[in-house]
T-cell receptor, first 111, second 117 residues
C-alpha cells in the first residue's frame, strides 16, 4: 500500500479552524484518500474520503492537491469533542476495502 | 443497536489461557475485518471475511490466532495459549461493500481490550 506521512501532533483552540495535512507522494491513480479519527477508548470513525475533487460533508472538508500528492482535512470550527487521533489512509479502488493505518496525528483542542 | 457490537469489552486472561472475542457486524454487511491495536499505535490488520469466506488472513501474527464467520454474520476471533504480547485492543469492523467494489467506509466497534497477565 502507498504510504502517507502526517505530523505526530497538532494543537488548536476551540471554535477555530483546523487544517490537518497529509502527504502521499506515491499515491496511485486508483487510490482513494480516506480519513478516519479515533476518539479516546473508541474504535476508529469514518470522517470523509475523496478521489480527486474536494469533498464536503457534515463533519469536515477534504482538500486534495491537484497532483494528488497531498491532502488536507479541514475542521471548520474545532470543538473539544474533535480531540482525537486522525488517520489519513490510502485505499485502492479495486481492493476489498482493507485499511492500513499509520501513526496518525494527535489533535489537541484547547478550551 | 445499529452499530458493530463487540464482546466482551474487557477481558483479563492468565498467560496460557484461550480466549474468544465476538463481533456482531451491522446487519447485511458483507465484509468483516479484525484489527489489533497495541497501546499508542494505529490499528493493524489481522484478517478479512467476505460473507463466510476468509479471503485474507495475512495479518494473523501466529497460528495461535484463529478467526471464523461460519454463517456470514457473527465472527469470533480466538487466541489460543495467550501470551503477554497479545495484550491489545481487538477491533472489529464491517462494511457493505465486497471484493473489488469497496471504496466506502468501514464501521468499527468499540473493541475488546485483552490484558494477559
Amino acid at each position: 500500500d502507498a504510504k502517507t506521512t502526517q505530523p505526530n501532533s497538532m494543537e488548536s483552540n476551540e471554535e477555530e479552524p483546523v487544517h490537518l495535512p497529509c502527504n502521499h507522494s506515491t499515491i496511485s491513480g486508483t487510490d482513494y484518500i480516506h480519513w478516519y479519527r479515533q476518539l479516546p477508548s473508541q474504535g476508529p470513525e469514518y470522517v470523509i474520503h475523496g478521489l480527486t475533487s474536494n469533498v464536503n460533508n457534515r463533519m469536515a472538508s477534504l482538500a486534495i492537491a491537484e497532483d494528488r500528492k497531498s491532502s488536507t482535512l479541514i475542521l471548520h470550527r474545532a470543538t473539544l469533542r474533535d480531540a482525537a487521533v486522525y488517520y489519513c489512509i490510502l485505499k485502492g479502488g479495486t481492493s476489498y476495502g482493507k485499511l492500513t493505518f499509520g501513526q496518525g496525528t494527535i489533535l489537541t483542542v484547547h478550551p | 443497536g445499529a452499530g458493530v457490537s463487540q464482546s466482551p469489552r474487557y477481558k483479563v486472561a492468565k498467560r496460557g489461557q484461550d480466549v474468544a472475542l465476538r463481533c456482531d457486524p451491522i446487519s447485511g454487511h458483507v465484509s468483516l475485518f479484525w484489527y489489533q491495536q497495541a497501546l499508542g499505535q494505529g490499528p493493524e490488520f489481522l484478517t478479512y471475511f467476505q460473507n463466510e469466506a476468509q479471503l485474507d488472513k495475512s495479518g494473523l501474527p501466529s497460528d495461535r490466532f484463529f478467526a471464523e464467520r461460519p454463517e456470514g454474520s457473527v465472527s469470533t476471533l480466538k487466541i489460543q495459549r495467550t501470551q503477554q504480547e497479545d495484550s491489545a485492543v481487538y477491533l472489529c469492523a464491517s462494511s457493505l461493500g465486497r471484493l473489488g467494489k469497496n471504496t466506502g467506509e468501514l464501521f468499527f466497534g468499540e473493541g475488546s481490550r485483552l490484558t494477559v497477565l
